[in-house]
């Protein structure tokens, strides 16, 4: 295995030619046709993309939704086709623990690359089940060789990084929930230590919902704002002798009082 700063760690003998632009002619690793799971991370680009090995699809963000579809994204490694290609996958049964029917379905038909394109699709229908109320359940699926694609990649370095550990880019694991989740819009320096009680407390005194935690959702100032006023918030609610605590303790047993982030103070 060799580890190349330009993004990718190689298998066997492929060497590092370059990745094109997306929809034109992308250079191929010594003829190989390949593909890898490509989930961008919050705030990358595709310039110089940073790419997620999990992702989330959290329906306490869609209130009386009962069913969504998450567009699990593959990417092409070498030429784009003029004609379309199936890739393969497969359910890793001892990493997932929601349950296919009832959960989740995955398509009955092959998913393609379409010609001319360097993007596919896997289009996996979540169902908002009872039993999942407060819960979360996981489905990892992980890419195959097949006619068309081998697998040249197994992880992803950015090109810009500092990071050591490249991101898995041919496992992903989804997580479906119906409970309050971290998202990637919260900000640990504003409002402190994620816990569901805390963002549930915010959501209730800041008239907020979930979805104002999505990345992007506020503004880096509208973000400390919020920060400050929750800080005020729990200095007044100690003042008055209703100190608020988190649901659980520390490593002695004793109550933690819940705080907001470290940059929070005026």
Known sequence: MKINRYGMVLTGAALVLGLGACNETIQTYDGQQGVYFAMLQSGSSEDNPRYNAASSVPFALTLGATDSVFMLRVKIIGTVADYPRSFSYRVVDAESTAEPGSDYTLPDTPCQVAAGEVYGYIPIHFYRQPSLDGQERTLTLELLPNEYFDLPLTSWLPVNGTETVGTDIIRHTVTVSDKYVRLDGWSDMFYGTYSDKKIKLMCTVFGLTLADFQPDAMSYVEKKVLGQNFRRYLDAEEAAG?????????????????????????
């Open 242 to 266: 209703r100190t608020v605590y988190e649901d659980y303790t520390d490593e002695f047993g004793n109550p933690v009082k819940m705080e907001s982030g470290s940059d929070s103070a005026e």
